[in-house]
């Protein structure tokens, strides 16, 4: 007889979209990253660099404040985690790739307007969201007037 099938370890297909892959690889994420990344994705909506512009942040490498990145990932998770509950209900998928496809479905159609690093790092986050919740509960707070750097008012700024 032979040994029970592991889907676990099992490698994509090659027909996969690669931004199932980069999914995957963002839900290994922890939470103050991935909310670090949603607050970066408003400025550079691509994954791979977004994941790449957080790294360099955290390690210094970067002039951006990796405090005001979690910050505005805090801001835009808390505003856009009610409208991606909302979403049509999921099924339970069985398979990490598929929920992940299922998941950026959800986020592109509960959270209209958002592009392709935003959706990533909203499903990401959506689909650890015990953990993001806890992290922006208990976490890093952004206050109004706190002398922080909003990195998404000083880029957007007029």
């Given at each position: 007889?032979?040994?029970?099938?592991?889907?676990?370890?099992?490698?994509?297909?090659?027909d996969?979209?690669p931004?199932?892959?980069?999914?995957?690889?963002l839900m290994?994420l922890?939470?103050?990253?991935?909310l670090a990344?949603?607050?970066?994705?408003?400025?550079?909506?691509?994954?791979?660099?977004?994941?790449?512009a957080?790294d360099?942040?955290?390690?210094?490498a970067?002039a951006?404040?990796i405090?005001?990145?979690?910050e505005?990932?805090?801001?835009?998770?808390?505003?856009?985690?009610?409208?991606?509950?909302?979403?049509?209900?999921?099924?339970?998928?069985?398979?990490?790739?598929?929920?992940?496809?299922?998941?950026?479905a959800?986020?592109?159609?509960?959270?209209?307007?958002?592009?392709?690093?935003?959706?990533?790092?909203?499903?990401?986050?959506w689909?650890?969201r015990?953990?993001?919740d806890?992290?922006?509960?208990?976490g890093?707070?952004?206050?109004?007037?706190s002398?922080?750097?909003?990195?998404?008012?000083?880029?957007?700024?007029?």
């Amino acid at each position: 007889m032979s040994e029970p099938y592991d889907s676990r370890f099992t490698l994509p297909s090659v027909d996969d979209d690669p931004s199932t892959e980069a999914g995957v690889i963002l839900m290994g994420l922890d939470a103050e990253r991935l909310l670090a990344g949603v607050g970066l994705a408003r400025i550079a909506d691509e994954p791979a660099l977004v994941a790449l512009a957080v790294d360099q942040a955290r390690h210094d490498a970067l002039a951006l404040d990796i405090d005001a990145l979690i910050e505005a990932g805090i801001t835009r998770w808390r505003a856009v985690r009610p409208l991606i509950a909302a979403g049509p209900e999921m099924t339970a998928a069985g398979s990490l790739r598929k929920e992940w496809v299922q998941t950026t479905a959800r986020v592109t159609a509960t959270v209209p307007g958002s592009g392709p690093a935003s959706v990533a790092c909203l499903a990401a986050c959506w689909l650890r969201r015990d953990d993001v919740d806890r992290f922006a509960e208990h976490g890093r707070t952004p206050e109004k007037g706190s002398g922080t750097s909003d990195v998404l008012s000083r880029v957007f700024a007029d």
